[in-house]
């Protein structure tokens, strides 16, 4: 089943303007958006009439499809899969023709959504609008997707996975619960989400070992103060403060094993595509004579041989008639003998 209105359950933040997005890219960024939606509260919203490039990220529960966009397709949407290695697998969906009713003049947006079935959380859904090959728009389907004016959500946000999911966040003037403080989550931390390229993993583990860095100077920070008196000050906020977990109860030994986690994570993003399926093929070496056709070659050298033997026989034949010419020769030219009564002979 589907919300009648479209309503679905959004990622907060804007993910940017993408012209085009791999496929590299987007299992990266389902796979950091597994870890950030575990302290990221969901918003109930609309999908309507995105623009071309626009990255959205939403969670799909069991019992819902997939919500209106406000864009009529075409087309019927086609749906494959491709192995990333280490066990995981992307599908991907993409409908072509789309257009807004009464808006576009021809039919050229197309859908992208992707999601990890195997080896990620495949209820976390990337979709991805960008343009294609423009047809002509079928007038019979040049009617409205859904009813406007859209009515404004007054759901509370919801966490979807993690140790709270199905928790609900009450924004600032509105009924219920009263609305639990969360840190706001910069753009940067979606790491390649934000951006139109996926970091590097250079830059990932930079990134995870400043924050390491930084939990570790805040741990010698605490455990000085507590030394020099009985009642520790209160930590500084900083904005790695928002960023990080809660940092106050971690010790040696947890934040040894949370080092230890990420690298081997993120080592595995880095060895994961040189292990499986990236590899090249080795071009088949051929031997120097493999370009030689032997049956055309005994062919030529039978017919040479043949041309070679008429060629001497034409020879011979031009000798001995050179010969006889010669021999005649010899014979006329000699002299005239005279016997002794005067009479040539």
Not at 108 to 131: A, E, F, M, S, W
Not at 337 to 344: C, F, R, V
Request: charged share 25%; glycine share 6%.
């Amino acid at each position: 089943m589907s919300q009648p209105d479209g309503l679905c359950l959004r990622f907060p933040e804007n993910l940017g303007l993408h012209a085009s997005l791999s496929h590299e890219q987007a299992a990266s960024m389902l796979l950091r958006a597994m870890q950030l939606s575990q302290t990221t509260p969901y918003t109930w919203t609309y999908i309507d009439r995105p623009q071309d490039g626009q990255l959205y990220l939403i969670f799909v529960p069991p019992q819902m499809s997939l919500p209106i966009d406000g864009i009529r397709y075409q087309d019927t949407e086609q749906s494959y899969r491709i192995p990333l290695g280490a066990g995981r697998e992307m599908e991907i969906a993409e409908v072509k023709f789309g257009f807004v009713p009464l808006q576009d003049q021809v039919a050229y947006r197309v859908r992208r959504r992707y999601r990890l079935n195997k080896g990620g959380h495949p209820q976390l859904v990337l979709i991805h609008y960008t343009r294609g090959q423009s047809v002509a728009i079928a007038p019979s389907m040049n009617t409205p997707v859904r009813a406007y004016p859209l009515r404004t959500p007054n759901e509370p946000h919801v966490y979807v996975i993690g140790d709270k999911t199905g928790q609900k966040v009450y924004p600032q003037g509105m009924g219920g619960p009263p609305a639990e403080r969360q840190p706001s989550i910069p753009p940067a931390a979606m790491g390649p989400m934000g951006m139109n390229y996926p970091m590097n993993a250079q830059a990932m583990l930079a990134q995870q070992n400043s924050r390491m860095e930084a939990m570790e100077r805040n741990a010698r920070e605490r455990e000085r103060s507590g030394s020099m008196s009985l009642r520790p000050a209160p930590p500084r906020e900083t904005e790695e403060d928002f960023i990080l977990d809660d940092s106050d109860l971690i010790t040696g030994r947890a934040l040894a094993l949370a080092r230890y986690r990420r690298n081997h994570e993120f080592m595995n993003e880095v060895f994961m595509h040189a292990g499986f399926g990236m590899l090249k093929e080795k071009p088949e070496i051929k031997p120097a004579y493999s370009i030689f056709n032997k049956e055309e070659l005994e062919a030529k050298i039978a017919k040479l041989t043949t041309e070679v033997e008429d060629l001497k026989t034409r020879a011979a034949e031009r000798q001995a008639a050179k010969d006889a010419e010669n021999q005649l020769a010899d014979v006329a030219m000699e002299p005239l003998s005279l016997s002794s009564d005067g009479i040539a002979v």
